[in-house]
């Protein structure tokens, strides 16, 4: 009995915001070194009157951010006041559809009700309740989910600003909200349009920082370049996907057989069912991963395949040897939406399980294409993996991946290696349940495990941040959001030293606080 009672949580709670900042309850002992802002977004409102979101990625963001100044930490939350989050406060319900559930604004009185532009005049205009990540884009931090409308923000205040809608610079109708950035300060994304003058793509852009200071009220979106356009598989069945992987020379793309039916789609708002029910995994499909050349913006000719999978959250990828190496969190399926739903996540969360645990597993895509080489034979040359490409029929290559480790989600490394060989991955471990119990510090070569644990905490995705003049990769901190279950424990931001993944220091504050699900962490502000 007093298991269970430890175990429950209400995802379905309305959280409330803490707009001014709070002083943290710092026990152990922050480096001195360790200044800046570990911004956090999330869903954090699940109902608005007599109404409520399907499903827990459906909710109103609720940003946070953590500021660490001379030693102490400050906390606040603001809800994201987008136009989602003004119209159904306004209508006291949900008015703006999101991707679990569909919502029936009143004409009157909604501005999304005079956009029924969007295919065929089917379904009205997007939700700009962005809840999943923070995005850069040169000096700009915006909240974004997957639409494309984004919404920029004050990182200090947590202040809602303007909505910038990507299809001004760039035809894209679902972005990700997992971009790249490389050291001249560029972010690249990708995103997908949707029967587009007859055509369904996937289209890779880079956004430049602002040139210089005579550009500053300029958005730097406005100087978006196009990388490449690759043609959809099929023209009608998009893949979803959340992330993608970038090397110096390379991006990698994996068209993954998790798709949208653009038709179902299209009559869904008069059907009366949500978006996300027009997603299907089709496990008889096999899955196509793309290689895009950075120098030629072109794909590489060859084809690289393999099994059907779902995969969210891409771990890195980097160059070895005449390879391009791809590591991956993957599932057999599409259950971690499912699990997702409200309606799952009532107690017992121990009853509402993913079909498989997800596992890590690393793709090696040989870049020398090896004409003569003889049908069935293995390219991949390198020593340290077990992971395969053989050659077939028509010249494409079936990638068999070698799995690293089971049970992880949520990977982060030391981003200063973000295309380069990395060998440690931050993650959070995942039994079947959405209870996230555990984070841990992985080390690729040696496949060795540290743990942080500790009763009643469930950790967030880890953040890393280096120290200065950092040498080694490990050289820093990680961070973790914790929240406890049990009201009488208060939440805390959980400092471990990412070497011996020991705790150093935690920053609690007496704030009910909700699960998130991801975050950015910002150095210090030159004028501070
Ligand atoms: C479709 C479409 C649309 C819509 C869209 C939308 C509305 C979207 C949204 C989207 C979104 C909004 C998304 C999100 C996503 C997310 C994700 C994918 C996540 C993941 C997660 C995870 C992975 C988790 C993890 C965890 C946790 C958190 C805790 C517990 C434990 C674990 C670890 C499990 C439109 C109209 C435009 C049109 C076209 C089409
Ligand atoms: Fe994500």
Redesign the pocket.
């Known amino acids: 009995m007093l298991r269970l009672q430890k175990m429950q949580y209400a995802y379905n709670k309305n959280r409330e915001e803490v707009p001014e900042p709070i002083k943290a309850d710092v026990q152990g002992s922050l480096p001195a070194w360790l200044q800046g802002t570990l911004l956090r977004n999330g869903p954090g409102v699940f109902s608005v009157g007599e109404t409520s979101y399907n499903h827990w990625?459906d909710g109103m963001a609720l940003l946070h951010s953590f500021t660490f100044k001379e030693g102490e930490v400050y906390y606040r939350s603001k809800y994201l006041r987008g136009d989602t989050y003004k119209c159904n406060m306004e209508a006291n319900r949900i008015v703006v559809s999101?991707?679990g559930t569909m919502a029936y604004p009143d004409p009157c009185k909604n501005i999304f009700s005079k956009a029924f532009t969007?295919l065929s005049h089917t379904?009205p205009d997007?939700?700009d309740n962005c809840?999943?990540n923070i995005i850069k884009y040169g000096e700009d931090y915006y909240a974004t989910?997957?639409?494309?409308y984004i919404r920029k923000i004050d990182p200090y205040t947590l202040e809602t600003q303007e909505k910038v809608d990507y299809m001004k610079y760039v035809t894209v109708?679902?972005i990700t909200s997992h971009p790249h950035y490389d050291k001249q300060g560029n972010t690249y994304n990708m995103g997908t349009s949707?029967a587009d003058k007859g055509k369904t793509r996937y289209t890779i852009f880079k956004v430049p920082p602002k040139a210089d200071d005579s550009a500053k009220k300029k958005l730097c979106l406005k100087n978006l370049e196009v990388v490449c356009s690759i043609p959809c598989r099929s023209l009608l069945n998009p893949s979803y996907y959340?992330s993608f992987g970038m090397t110096d020379n390379y991006i990698i793309f994996i068209e993954q057989p998790f798709k949208?039916d653009i038709l179902k789609?299209a009559t869904a708002y008069f059907r009366g069912v949500n978006?996300a029910s027009c997603l299907k995994f089709d496990a008889d499909d096999n899955t196509l991963i793309h290689l895009i050349d950075r120098r030629t913006q072109k794909p590489v000719p060859t084809k690289f395949y393999t099994d059907a999978l779902v995969v969210?959250?891409h771990v890195n990828a980097y160059e070895e040897d005449g390879h391009v190496v791809c590591d991956i969190i993957a599932y057999k399926d599409s259950s971690?939406y499912d699990m997702f739903y409200l309606a799952n996540l009532q107690e017992p969360l121990k009853n509402n399980k993913l079909s498989s645990k997800p596992s890590c597993r690393r793709f090696v895509l040989p870049l020398q294409s090896e004409k003569d080489a003889a049908i069935g034979n293995d390219l991949v040359k390198l020593k340290s993996t077990t992971a395969t490409a053989v050659k077939e029929k028509e010249g494409s290559l079936f990638c068999h991946p070698e799995i690293l480790c089971e049970g992880a989600?949520?990977p982060r490394i030391n981003y200063d290696f973000n295309g380069k060989k990395h060998r440690y991955v931050y993650i959070?471990g995942?039994e079947l349940t959405?209870?996230?119990t555990v984070v841990m510090k992985f080390d690729v070569d040696t496949r060795q495990m540290l743990e942080w644990k500790e009763d009643n905490c469930w950790p967030s995705e880890l953040v890393f941040v280096p120290s200065p003049n950092a040498i080694e990769e490990d050289d820093g901190v990680v961070l973790s959001v914790v929240v406890c279950p049990d009201p009488n424990k208060a939440a805390f931001l959980l400092v471990l030293d990412a070497k011996t993944f020991k705790e150093i220091a935690r920053a609690s504050v007496d704030v009910d606080m909700h699960?998130d699900?991801h975050g950015y962490f910002i150095p210090p502000c030159p004028q501070e």
């Open positions: 990625f999101e991707m969007y379904i997007f939700t809840v999943t989910s997957e639409t494309n109708n679902l949707i959340h949208l789609m978006w969210y959250h971690l989600e949520l959070t995942v959405p209870v996230p699960i699900m």
